[in-house]
């Protein structure tokens, strides 16, 4: 078994050689799973996988809650991934007391798991936490991964996070997105009088920390992709300025003064510029900046309204929104600008595109017959698909294994933050302390 030791919270670190864990296993449930991966996205038809998932064995006899709280999350963790189908407890056989003896397997057969999850959380001398986790292939009577880090124990979420992570990767040959964060806009107070703040929280919606103290209105905030720095637009005195916020400093910047109004900051694939719009009279156009050198170059130079850039994640293209021809639609360019391609051709108007960090989709939001669609389509315009469809949906963006599709929808009293998978189905509301809107997904912390 592999072990890892997370000091900080944005990395992990190996201590010892590679697990036993990276060894690739054809087995029955592999192939399954694999086939079930391709029709989640294609077909919706995926019959979720049973999984038992008990409660981790507490090393010390004041580990109980901690074994069981991690348990639980990667519990939650999974199921609301919608690829998986925890099993009751209540069904279990077998009690787990030892995990470096293997399970009888045939107690676990006989509830139908596919797979077992077993660990063990267990309070060293140093004061650290050990955590282990072994995932077992039922059918087959075989270890398919195991794992065990070293944290502080109030860290013991981001360890569940982690091993949610390992179990989803080993599965379903798909990288996981559990140990990721969210930033969005809270809101409180009468609708009128709306407080927004600035806020982050765990992908599952805990650990909720406010980053702003709600004085001035922000907006738009996103994630660099390659460092833990935020993006956002706020609207204090005067003219609208766009910020840099580091996440774990709590120092923020400002990029720039512009004249006029600024839109819809996003960073680069590599996090060393940022590219925007800027309003300029009736109309307003691209710009990106160099973080480093803050020099800025203009990439469109239209009498429209060009706003809402994405980059590809390769850097060499963006995705934007245009009323160029007349209505808002999605436009393709690259990304030192020129010509440009529209790609949306559907009926309605289109706005707030953003690449996929797969490459694969442009997810956007669709305006139509009195309703607000949260689509995907392929960079090239085709293959178009509605995930979800109703009153007032906006914002889409997507988790950092751009398989999972968050946004935000108002139904009259305030907004709240949905997730829905990319085919369509298993869709969920986020859990927030109040209204919730403007979601960015942060890529993993590790």
């Not at 190996?14 to 799973?33: D, E, R, W």
Request: positive net charge; proline residues 7%; charged residues 20%.
């Amino acid at each position: 078994m592999g072990s890892r030791s997370v000091f900080h919270p944005t990395r992990r670190r190996f201590i010892t050689g590679a697990a036993s864990a990276g060894l690739l296993l054809t087995t029955p449930l592999q192939k399954a799973l694999a086939q079930g991966k391709r029709i989640v996205v294609d077909q919706g038809s995926f019959q979720p996988i049973p999984i038992a998932i008990p409660n981790f064995v507490p090393g010390t006899q004041g580990d109980g809650d901690v074994s069981a709280g991690i348990s639980q999350v990667i519990t939650n963790n999974l199921r609301r991934s919608g690829l998986f189908n925890p099993i009751d407890q209540a069904a279990y056989i077998e009690r787990i007391s030892n995990i470096d003896v293997p399970p009888q397997f045939q107690s676990w057969r006989s509830i139908n798991a596919q797979a077992l999850v077993t660990g063990r959380a267990t309070r060293q001398g140093d004061g650290r936490l050990k955590a282990e986790f072994r995932l077992w292939d039922v059918p087959q009577a075989q270890q398919l991964a195991g794992q065990q880090y070293f944290t502080s124990p109030e860290s013991w979420r981001r360890i569940a996070h982690i091993i949610s992570d390992q179990i989803y990767e080993r599965l379903t040959g798909e990288k996981g997105y559990f140990d990721s964060r969210v930033v969005f806009v809270d809101e409180t107070g009468p609708k009128e009088r709306r407080v927004k703040r600035l806020a982050m929280m765990d992908q599952d919606g805990a650990n909720v920390r406010y980053l702003t103290r709600g004085a001035d209105l922000v907006l738009t905030p996103r994630f660099s992709p390659s460092t833990q720095e935020i993006t956002y637009m706020e609207f204090g005195q005067g003219d609208p300025r766009v910020y840099l916020f580091n996440v774990e400093t709590g120092q923020r910047e400002i990029v720039g003064n512009f004249p006029g109004m600024s839109f819809a900051p996003r960073f680069s694939p590599d996090g060393q510029r940022i590219i925007m719009s800027l309003q300029q009279g009736g109309n307003s156009n691209l710009f990106v900046m160099d973080l480093r050198s803050k020099s800025t170059t203009r990439l469109t130079d239209t009498p429209a309204i060009d706003t809402s850039p994405s980059y590809a994640p390769d850097g060499g293209r963006i995705c934007f929104e245009s009323d160029r021809g007349g209505k808002p639609q999605i436009y393709v360019m690259g990304a030192g600008g020129g010509a440009a391609q529209r790609i949306s051709f559907g009926d309605g108007s289109y706005s707030t595109p953003v690449w996929s960090p797969r490459g694969d989709y442009i997810a956007f939001t669709k305006q139509g017959g009195g309703q607000f669609a949260i689509g995907i389509m392929k960079p090239d315009g085709s293959g178009e698909r509605i995930l979800t469809s109703g009153y007032h949906n906006e914002g889409p963006t997507f988790a950092p294994n751009g398989r999972v599709v968050m946004f935000f929808r108002d139904t009259g009293a305030g907004p709240s933050l949905f997730t829905v998978d990319i085919s369509g189905r298993n869709e969920q509301k986020v859990p927030t302390p109040g209204f919730a809107s403007d979601p960015a997904w942060s890529p993993l912390l590790s």
